[in-house]
């Protein structure tokens, strides 16, 4: 990754961890009371083209649910946030479903297409396809899945992978001038396999782009 995003990227992630550990806001008679997650906070940042939410149209702003499900056609594009300091970007033609699992508070099933995902530290979140599982606590990482298989780049930060069947695990940490560690999960036979691949399908430019939406959501 170049100086610009990788010192972008770090800004980001930082300052979001600094603005989590802030004290809660006081009610009018002094008491603290604990800030509950509104649901706006589940939204449509950015929507072009064909994106529907739960199989209607949408556009920025919509709400996204717990279980909802976002897809993008082929000239779709959307970003969006599952929650302060966190955005997601689907590209065209992708489908995924959010949920969550015993390892993860958040988790996105990604049927296909590819996702981009910037997530502040100690966020519990696990991308899913049809073969694979990627999971993470506060990072950046790419998933990309089709028929053939998937691909998961970790981009900065600590990345679990494994095949969907559990028979072949791996975790991965970036290091500074070290990011973009890439994989693919392919069918071998009867089972999966995982294994190192290029960076492909996102870039540093990309990432340089989705500045200003970062910091909308920091």
Not at 51 to 65: F, L, N, R, W, Y
Not at 122 to 149: C, H, I, L, M, W
Not at 152 to 181: N, S, W
Request: aromatic share 4%; hydrophobic share 40%.
């Amino acid at each position: 990754m170049s100086n610009l995003p990788r010192l972008m990227l770090v800004a980001w992630l930082g300052l979001t961890a600094c603005d989590e550990a802030s004290e809660p806001p006081a009610t009018v008679d002094g008491a603290q009371e604990p800030v509950q997650a509104a649901p706006a906070e589940r939204r449509l940042l950015i929507a072009r083209g064909a994106v529907s939410v739960d199989g209607k149209p949408a556009t920025e702003g919509t709400p996204i649910g717990e279980a909802s499900t976002v897809q993008t056609g082929p000239d779709g594009y959307a970003v969006l946030t599952l929650g302060k300091g966190s955005a997601v970007e689907v590209r065209a033609n992708s489908k995924l479903t959010l949920g969550s699992s015993p390892r993860a508070k958040t988790t996105l099933q990604l049927v296909a297409g590819m996702v981009w995902s910037f997530l502040p530290d100690g966020a519990s979140y696990e991308v899913q396809t049809p073969n694979a599982v990627a999971g993470v606590r506060g990072t950046v990482f790419f998933v990309q899945a089709d028929a053939r298989g998937s691909y998961i780049c970790a981009c900065k930060g600590a990345v679990r992978m494994e095949t969907a069947d559990g028979k072949t695990r791996r975790e991965v940490t970036t290091k500074p001038g070290h990011e973009h560690l890439g994989f693919s999960v392919s069918k071998r036979g009867k089972r999966d396999k995982l294994g190192k691949a290029p960076m492909k399908h996102h870039t540093d430019a990309e990432a340089e782009a989705l500045a200003p939406t970062l910091e909308s959501v920091r």
